[in-house]
């Protein structure tokens, strides 16, 4: 019932690699650095450029940069309907080992003690035992825009409007989707749900945050920039879902005519001191490397340079709002550790991702509606 060991071997190299990342000593005795003894990544190692894979067939748009890995998860409801799956495997598992346990005391041979595993070693797949792990249904991507946010919120708009035939945003007037103060615009949604061509349930939701337009600033490590974030979700029955289909979709990456909204973007002058924002009141650590933050949405974009750094800094924020759900996804060469955490405040999702590329926590908050 075990799944093949090719995948698993992959994802367990990444983990061996990354395990020079960590001290030698145990990682419960080791102090985390503070701000003045860990030195911060240099931030062009985490960007990834226009033309980007996100998923079904939507990518990073020219003139936006993604700061740190996509963030892939299960949603509560595949993982409710792989929820039965997952138990009888686990209890036939249960009763071969009972079974094994038994067949060595009545030959009289010991039965091993089980290792332990090493402090750098992630989890496994959470569905590690079954034939076919689920793979994630929501996909989420953390941008800054670097060039005309006008344009690229009308991008964005006719990117969705290839995937989703039928969501038919318009691409000519931004004010359709931003809100404004004195033409100022003060934010950005556009959300649209709908088939794509291979009949796929699916909803595309972005935003953009320009900043504070009352402190003229934007969030720590934004560059003075806008902020963009993506998150595409499947929200058909979930094991027709993870039927595998190939993306043909070809997005646009320009858009034809003019903008007709007279809107403007307000010019920030500084980023937020880190010391000064939070995230739904919790603070970053000095030991995590803040790339890329928004607060409409809240969220956060983290670098470490430590496996357990990320890890415990993705607990850490769940912890803060409720007793977190945690599940582990192997995707592609990525292990990602993900808790999920619902409070008074509103859910939290906090993601450790462990890759080739770098130690990830990327933190999002979402506050309970009134």
Not at 41 to 52: F, I, K, L
Not at 76 to 98: F, G
Not at 187 to 199: L, M, S, V
Not at 346 to 366: E, I, K, P
Request: glycine share 6%.
């Amino acid at each position: 019932m075990r799944r093949t060991a090719t995948a698993v071997t992959a994802v367990l190299t990444i983990a061996l690699a990354c395990g020079a990342c960590e001290s030698s000593a145990d990682p419960d005795d080791s102090p985390r650095p503070t701000a003045s003894t860990t030195s911060a990544p240099s931030v062009s190692e985490h960007e990834s450029g226009p033309q980007s894979p996100i998923a079904y067939g939507l990518e990073v748009p020219r003139g936006a940069t993604q700061l740190g890995p996509l963030v892939r998860y299960r949603s509560a409801r595949l993982i409710a309907t792989y929820k039965p799956d997952l138990d009888a495997a686990l209890a036939q598992e249960k009763a071969e080992e009972e079974k094994k346990l038994k067949e060595d005391e009545e030959n009289g041979t010991p039965s091993p003690s089980p290792s332990p595993s090493p402090t750098t070693r992630p989890s496994e797949d959470t569905y590690s035992l079954l034939d076919e792990p689920p793979r994630a249904d929501v996909v989420v991507s953390f941008m800054r825009i670097d060039g005309s946010p006008t344009e690229i919120v009308r991008r964005m708009a006719a990117q969705i409007n290839a995937v989703i035939p039928t969501a038919k945003l318009r691409t000519n007037d931004i004010s359709t989707f931003c809100q404004a103060k004195e033409r100022r615009v003060t934010g950005c949604r556009i959300e649209a749900r709908g088939a794509t061509k291979d009949d796929r349930d699916l909803r595309v939701t972005v935003t953009v945050d320009p900043g504070d337009l009352a402190t003229r600033s934007s969030y720590p490590s934004d560059e003075r920039k806008p902020v963009m974030t993506l998150t595409a979700e499947y929200l058909g029955d979930p094991r027709e879902g993870q039927v595998s289909r190939p993306e043909t979709v070809d997005v646009p990456r320009d858009v034809k005519g003019s903008d007709t909204s007279d809107l403007i973007w307000p010019r920030m002058d500084l980023d937020e001191p880190r010391d000064d924002w939070s995230l739904a009141g919790w603070k970053v650590p000095d030991d995590g490397a803040i790339l890329l933050s928004g607060d409409r949405p809240g969220f956060a974009a983290i670098a470490t340079t430590r496996v357990g750094t990320a890890d415990e800094i993705a607990q850490e924020f769940a912890r803060s709002v409720g007793t977190p759900r945690k599940d582990v996804l192997e995707d592609l060469n990525e292990i990602v550790t993900t808790y999920t955490a619902t409070g008074k405040k509103g859910t939290a999702v906090a993601s450790f991702v462990l890759s080739a590329r770098g130690n990830y926590a990327m933190l999002s908050f979402t506050p309970r509606s009134s």
